[in-house]
């Protein structure tokens, strides 16, 4: 398994409205195009957001904002939404997919077992309290630094040399 395919990652270049946004919001990167606009629309119907929407939204751009997206129902555009942490880039549209690539071709060449720790710890650490979020922390890297990937890692930065991770 490659790092990228632990990572979840979502581009998008036109409207991201209700479950489009939601989608989005699951995951671990997000980058826009400079065109794009992202909403939540759901009380214009007499529903509210769902697949996590509520939640994911308010963890990311804190709760003031999440409920003003929410109750208001209105379109913003990615430089709102990156001002606020909604997305982590903003490319220009014709530049989108490199985007994403250069994103995936960078976290391919990380430790793939390391990738996947420092995901469950940021994941599980921002929904506990800080004491229980570190010793999670030290349970991880404690794993890290028993692996085969700890130790390819560190010869192949001493050997100057291409990592050859295997993801153990």
Known sequence: MTNW???K?????GVAAGG???LALACDIRVA???AKIDLPELNLGIIPGAGGTQRLSRLVGKGKAVEMILCGELIDTDEAHRIGLVNDVSAPEELEDKGQEIT???STKGP???RLAKMVVTR????NLESAQLLEKLAQAVAFKS???YEGTSAFLEKRKTDFQGK
């Open 9 to 13: 990652n979502r581009r998008f270049n």
């Open 20 to 22: 489009g946004c939601e």
């Open 5 to 7: 395919q632990t990572l």
């Open 148 to 150: 085969n990937d700890k």
């Open 105 to 107: 071709t960078d976290i």
């Open 33 to 35: 195009s400079a065109k």
């Open 125 to 128: 650490g921002a929904d506990s």
């Open 113 to 115: 077992l390391a990738v």
